[in-house]
Nanobody
């Protein structure tokens, strides 16, 4: 059974940076597509960024493309989301999700088999 554990969320000011971590237990990263989602109060869950299992190709939502970077560390079995130039509209609970298949579209949350518990990111002055 695959388990995902997120960490790194906190309260920061606009313009600050954060790095979120998603540690994967029960399988190895090159067998899993891992995607970061976020959900703000009253809004639908949305895909933020994805890293594919096969060749570590990366994908981003348009509004984070120039600011966020997804990466993975095979030795740590961890996927990271580096978030720079944070804005108040980035405030949300961030979840990582994984699946042994390539999910198309990558932002379709209903297709992911495994989910973490989420970590809160708050951007406010």
């Amino acid at each position: 059974q695959v388990q995902l554990v997120e960490s790194g969320g906190e309260s920061v000011q606009p313009g600050d940076s954060l790095r979120l971590s998603c540690v994967v237990f029960g399988d190895i990263l090159d067998r899993l597509t891992v995607t970061w989602f976020r959900q703000a109060p009253g809004k639908e869950r949305e895909g933020v960024s994805c890293i594919s299992h096969s060749d570590a190709s990366t994908y981003y939502a348009d509004d984070v493309k120039a600011r966020f970077t997804i990466s993975r560390d095979a030795a740590e079995n961890t996927v990271y989301l580096q978030m720079n130039s944070l804005k108040p509209e980035d405030s949300a609970v961030y979840f990582c999700a994984a699946d042994p298949r390539w999910v198309a579209p990558w932002s379709d949350s209903y297709e992911y088999s495994y989910w973490g518990q989420g970590t809160q990111v708050t951007v406010s002055s």
